[in-house]
C-alpha cells in the first residue's frame, strides 16, 4: 500500500544526475533512464548530432564566437563559462556548487573541465568576477589541471583567491593579476573593459568583452544598489556607453529573476542592523556570510555606535576579515575586535558574537554554539542570535534545527521571516529589465540560475522587446555560436562534456554515478550482503549461508526472518549451484540477487541492495 | 584539508533522532552523543528524576490534569495530544509526520504510543480536530493498538478518515462518530463542545474541553479569515464566550508564529485565481494539496466562469474531491469534470488539469506530468503549471526541479514566488494575538511547530500579559500538569515514551536509531565489507580476502588501493588471527575494521563502514 519513494522522501532522484555525461534534452530520459538506457540515448544522440549540423544559411566556423557555459545554468552554483575565437579561449570564473540530497556524501560540485583541459594550451587568461565561492571555489582544482594559467581579477578578489590556493599549497604557479575596474585586458582576440556592479562583496565586476563579431556583456551576480554600504555604486555611465556602443550579446544573473520589484538596498538593511542594535539588551550573536564584506562592515558601524566590542568566530569569517582588512575594503574601530577570553571584563551589551554559520552548516561556527559545543561561546538566557542570510534552497531544515537548539538553550532569535534582517545580492524583475534597457543588446543569454529561473528571465527579455529566437535558454554545455554575420545559433559539441564533478574527500571526480546511485539505494533501504561458502568441486554448501546486514531492519528482532532466508538461499545453491555455470558463479549470484531481494520485497516492501559473495574452498 | 560535513552535507544530524528514548534536555548531549552515551545519560536522568520530582507545595495526583503531548511540538507535524484526569484519557488528533533528510529510507514518522497502549482500557475517546495527514494520518496505525476506541470528529473528516480505514482495510473496527460543532460530547470527566475554526479544509474544529479543575481551549492548525471560500468564518462569538466562562490554559498553532500581520484571506487568493484564469490562453495545470478543498472550490469556481472543464488527476485528488462532493462541501457545475480522453474535443483555453504534486513529490501527478511519463498528460509550448502551494521546509529542491523541468518542456510557471498564489492555513501574529486575547488564557502553552516557533508564540504570550512562568514551551512527553488549585507545572514521567516510530514499507517501528544511523553511514560514505576465510584450527587464511564494497569510490580505478588493503588484512590475520581469543572472531574483527578504517580514511578521507566477516571453514 505505501510506496517507496511516494510521500517526499529525499532521495527522490529529482535533479537529473549527469556526472561525465553530456545531457539528454528531455526531462523524461534524464529522470528515468537507467544507466545502460542513458548510454544508449547518448549513442544515439552523438549520431543524430552529425546529421543536425547547422546546414542551411549557417555555417561553423573557425571565425565565430562560440559562448560555452560549463556550469551554472542549470543550477545556482558552478558558475564557469567560456568563450572562444579562433585559437583563443578565456575562461570567466570558476565557481563551485553545493550538492543536493541526492548526492549524499559529496562534499562539492564542479564543473567538468575535461574539454579544457585538452585545449589548455590556447588558453589566453582566466577572468574572476568577484570573490565568491560559486565563482572562486573551484579555482584550486581546475586551475593546476589547465596548466596554470594566468589569472585577472580586482584586488579583494585576488587576496581572496590567493587564500585559498595557499590553503591547497599552490601558492605562486598561477600569476594572479590584480587590475583596476579602469583597466582595459587584452586576451588573445578579447578586449576586457569592467564594470562596478554591486553585489554583496566588494570589488564585483561585470565585462564588457570586445570580440571580433561584436561586444559581449558579461553581468555576473549583480544587483542595482544606490546606497550600497561602501558607497560606491553601479557605474551607469559606463554600461550606458556600453549599450550605445551596441551590444551583440548580454548575459546577466538570473538567481532573482522570478522576484517582482526591487532587492532592499545594502544601506536600508544597514538600518535595520543599527536599529535592533539599539534595541537589545544582552548578547549579540549575528551569523552571516563570512564573504559579505559589506554586512560584516555595516555590523562594525552598528557595533561601534553601541559601544560593543566583537567577537570575530570561525575560520573563515577570521581569514575575510583579515583579508578584507589588510587590502583596506574594511574600515574597523581600533580595538573594536577582542578575543573571546577578554569577554569576561564587558557586561553582556558590550558584546556582539560575528560568526559563520547561517546556512545551519554543522561544522560553522552558528550550529557549534547551538549544540553547546563552541568552545568559548555558550548560549544563555538573554542572548539574541540574528541570522542575516536566507537559506540556500535545501538548508531550510538545517537553519531551523539550528534556530530551534539555540532557542531551547534560551536565546532569542531574529531571522529572515521574523524581520528584514537580510537583503539578497540578487537582481529582482524591476533591474533586470534596466540592465537589459541599458545595454540594449541583440542577443540575450541568462545565466546563473536553475532551469526555471533561466526561463522566467528570458521571459522578461522578451517583455523589454527582444524577439524570442533571439533569446537562448540554454543548458550547461550547449554552446551559444555567432557568427561575423551576426547570426547566432546554439549547437552542441559532443567533444565538450558538461558534467559534475564530485569532490569527496581527498578524491575529485572518482565517486560518479554509479557509487552515488549505490549510496542513494543503500540510504533507502540498507544493504544486505550473503556468503555463501562452496565447495569448490562438489559445489555444495560447507558452511551455512551468512547474513551481514545494515540499515535494512532491526537484525535482533527479526531472527525469524534472516533463518528463513538462509533456508530460501541454500535451496538455490542445492537446485541452481550445482554446476559452475559461469566463472566467478555469476548465474548463482544472480539467481540469488534476484529471488532473495524479490522475497525481501514480498516481505518488507522495502528493496536493500543484495550482495551474493561466493566463497570457494 | 577538506573534512566531511563541513559544507551543507545533507546527513548532518541536525535533528535530534530519539526513536524509542525519550529526550535529553540539553541540545549539545542530544546531538552528540553516541548510542551507549546516550543510554547512560537516559539512565542517570531516570534515577534524577525521582529526586527531582515536585517536593514543595505542589502534589502530584490523580485528581490533578495532565496535558501530554505525543507529538507535534518539536516539529510540523505528528500532531497528538493526550489529556487525564483521573481514570480518563481522551486523545486528540493522530497525526503523521513526513521524515527529513536525516532519516534516509523512511516513509512516515508516528508518535510511540507504547504508555498510551498500556493504558488503552483507560481511553474514553479520540476526538480529530480536522481532515489533514498531519492529524489524521496516523489513525490507522494506532487506533487498532488502542483497542480501537470510538473516534468523535465532523462529518468531513469522517469522511477522510473512513477512507484512510478503508485503504488499510481496518473498515468497521473503532466506530467514527459523526458530530455536528455545536454538539455537546462527555468522555469521562471531560466534556467537550467545538467551535468552527478557519483552515485550509473546512470542517476544522477547535475544543473547548471542560475538566475538573478548568477549561481547557485547543485551538488546533487555524487561522482567521472572515471572508473563507465556503463562506464560514470563525465563530468568534463562541471563543469569547469561553473567554468570558474563564479559559485555565489555551493551547494554540505556532506554525505560523514568526510571521508578523496577517494572513491574507482565502477570497482574497480566490480573487488572484480569478484574475490569472482570465489572462491566461492556453491549458492550465494548477497543482495544490489534495486537502485543500477550499482551494479547490475555488479552483472549479474560476473555471466554470471562464467556460474551461476540469481534468482530474492523481488518486488522492480524485478520492477527496469524491469525498467532499458526497457530503455536500464542494459545489461543482454539472458536466465541468471530464475524462482526460475527452480532452481533445476542448480547445487548450478551455481545459484545466488539477493535480497533486505541489510539494514536488516524485509520484504524483505535477512530478510525472513534469518528467513526461504521465498517462495522457503532456506539456506543450503554451501551458502554464500554476503551483498553489508553499514547500513544506525540505521540499524547496523538489519543487524547484520540477518546476525547471516543466519549463523545460515548454510551460510557463506561476508560483508563490511569482504571485501571491497561495495563502497558508495557519494564524500570523497579529491574529495568533488575538486568539490570546479573546480567550484570556491563566496558562498558555503553544503547539504545532518546531521548537523556535513555540518559542517565538511564546514570547507573544508574554507580550500579551501572560506571566512567563504561566507559558509552557515544552518537548514531546514533557507533561504539564496542572492541580485543583490551579498551580500548574512541567513535568517529565518516565513511564511516558516520546519518541518516533519510523514507517517503512511494512514495517512499522523496526527501523530504529541503528538502523537509520547505519544509512546515513553508508549514504555518505558507502560501505566496505572485508571477507576472511580462515581454517577453523590452523587459523590461517585459506584464500585471499575478498572485499566487497560500494558507494565508497568506483571500484574498477582503485585496483591499487583493493590490492594494498588485501595486503594490510593479511598482515592483520597473520599477526593477530593466530589465537581465536574471543568467540565468532570478536578481536580480530575489531582490529581489521580499526585498522582498515583508518588506512581508508589516510588513503581517501572518507570513512566508510568496514564491515569484516570471518568464515571458519
Known amino acids: ?22 545531457q539528454d534534452s528531455k526531462p523524461a530520459n534524464k529522470q528515468n533512464a537507467s544507466g545502460s538506457d542513458r548510454l544508449e540515448q547518448l549513442i544515439q544522440k552523438a549520431t543524430n548530432l552529425t546529421s543536425s549540423l547547422p546546414t542551411s544559411r549557417y555555417t561553423a566556423s573557425r571565425q565565430n564566437l562560440r559562448i560555452i557555459p560549463m556550469g551554472g545554468i542549470e543550477e545556482v552554483g558552478e558558475n564557469m563559462t567560456v568563450l572562444e575565437y579562433g585559437d583563443d579561449l578565456i575562461v570567466i570564473d570558476m565557481g563551485l556548487a553545493f550538492p543536493d540530497d541526492t548526492m549524499p556524501g559529496v562534499d562539492y560540485i564542479i564543473p567538468d573541465t575535461k574539454w579544457l583541459e585538452q585545449n589548455k594550451r590556447r588558453i589566453r587568461g582566466v ?14 582544482y581546475i586551475l593546476p589541471k589547465l596548466g596554470d594559467p594566468p589569472v585577472y581579477t580586482m584586488a579583494l578578489t585576488a587576496g581572496f583567491i590567493k587564500k585559498r590556493l595557499e590553503e591547497f599549497g599552490l601558492v605562486g604557479r598561477s600569476r594572479i593579476n590584480v587590475l583596476t575596474k579602469d583597466d582595459t585586458l587584452a586576451l588573445g582576440s578579447f578586449k576586457i573593459r569592467f564594470f562596478r556592479l554591486n553585489h554583496s562583496i566588494p570589488d564585483s565586476v561585470g565585462l564588457s568583452i570586445t570580440t571580433p563579431v561584436g561586444q559581449v556583456v558579461y553581468a555576473t551576480d549583480w544587483k542595482f544598489d544606490h546606497t550600497p554600504a561602501d558607497g560606491k555604486p553601479t557605474e551607469f555611465d559606463k554600461i550606458a556607453k556600453f549599450g550605445a556602443e551596441g551590444v551583440l550579446l548580454l548575459m546577466s544573473d538570473s538567481t532573482n529573476s522570478v522576484k517582482p520589484g526591487y532587492c532592499i538596498s ?3 538593511l544597514g538600518i535595520t542592523i543599527d536599529r535592533t542594535f539599539s534595541e537589545i539588551k544582552g548578547r549579540i550573536i ?3 556570510f563570512a564573504t559579505s564584506i559589506s554586512r560584516i562592515q555595516q555590523v562594525f558601524n552598528a557595533a561601534a555606535k553601541y559601544n560593543r566590542k566583537i567577537i570575530v568566530t570561525g575560520r573563515s ?11 583596506g575594503y574594511l574600515k574597523i574601530q581600533p580595538k573594536i575586535v577582542i ?5 569576561k571584563k564587558y557586561p553582556d551589551n558590550q558584546i556582539v558574537v560575528l560568526t559563520t554559520g547561517s546556512q545551519g552548516e554543522d561544522a560553522a561556527g552558528l550550529a557549534r554554539i547551538a549544540r553547546g559545543d563552541h568552545k568559548t561561546i555558550k548560549i544563555k538566557k538573554g542572548d539574541t542570535a540574528i541570522v542575516s542570510a536566507s537559506p540556500i534552497p535545501g538548508n531550510e531544515r538545517a537553519v531551523a534545527a539550528v534556530l530551534s537548539n539555540l532557542t531551547r538553550l534560551g536565546a532569542h532569535v531574529i531571522y529572515n521571516k521574523t524581520l528584514d534582517i537580510h537583503t539578497s545580492g540578487h537582481a529582482h524583475q524591476e533591474e533586470l529589465k534596466l540592465m537589459i534597457a541599458l545595454t540594449k543588446p541583440k542577443f540575450f543569454m541568462p545565466i546563473h540560475g536553475e532551469h526555471h529561473m533561466i526561463v522566467t528571465h528570458a521571459e522578461l527579455g522578451k517583455t523589454m522587446g527582444i524577439p524570442e529566437q533571439n533569446i537562448f535558454s540554454l543548458d550547461n554545455g550547449q554552446i551559444l555560436e555567432i557568427n561575423s554575420a551576426r547570426e547566432a ?20 571526480g572518482d565517486v560518479g554515478e554509479v557509487v552515488i546511485r549505490d549510496r542513494q539505494v543503500m540510504a533507502q533501504d540498507g544493504m544486505f550482503v550473503i556468503i555463501v561458502t562452496l565447495d569448490r568441486r562438489a559445489g555444495k554448501l560447507i558452511n551455512q549461508p551468512d547474513i551481514i546486514s545494515r540499515g535494512f531492519i532491526y537484525m535482533k528482532g527479526n531472527d525469524d ?9 541454500r535451496k538455490l545453491v542445492e537446485s541452481k549451484g550445482k554446476e559452475k555455470l559461469e566463472p566467478n558463479w555469476a548465474f548463482l549470484r544472480n539467481i540469488i540477487r534476484d529471488e532473495i531481494g524479490e522475497y525481501l520485497y514480498q516481505k518488507t516492501e522495502r528493496r536493500p541492495m543484495v550482495l551474493p559473495v561466493i566463497i570457494e574452498v
Open 339 to 343: 578575543k573571546s577570553e577578554q569577554a
Open 561 to 569: 526472518l534472516i533463518r528463513e532466508v538462509k533456508h530460501e538461499v
Open 266 to 268: 545594502e544601506r536600508e
Open 489 to 508: 545559433k546554439s549547437v552542441e559539441d559532443p567533444k565538450i562534456s558538461s558534467g559534475y564533478v564530485f569532490i569527496d574527500g581527498l578524491g575529485v
Open 127 to 140: 577572468i574572476i568576477t568577484h570573490g565568491h565561492l560559486d565563482h572562486i571555489g573551484a579555482v584550486p
Open 1 to 22: 500500500m505505501i510506496r517507496k519513494n511516494q510521500h517526499g522522501s529525499r532521495f527522490s532522484p529529482h535533479r537529473p544526475s549527469k556526472p561525465g555525461l553530456p
Open 317 to 327: 569569517m577570521v581569514n575575510n576579515i583579515e583579508i578584507a582588512l589588510s587590502l
Open 286 to 288: 549575528f551569523a552571516n
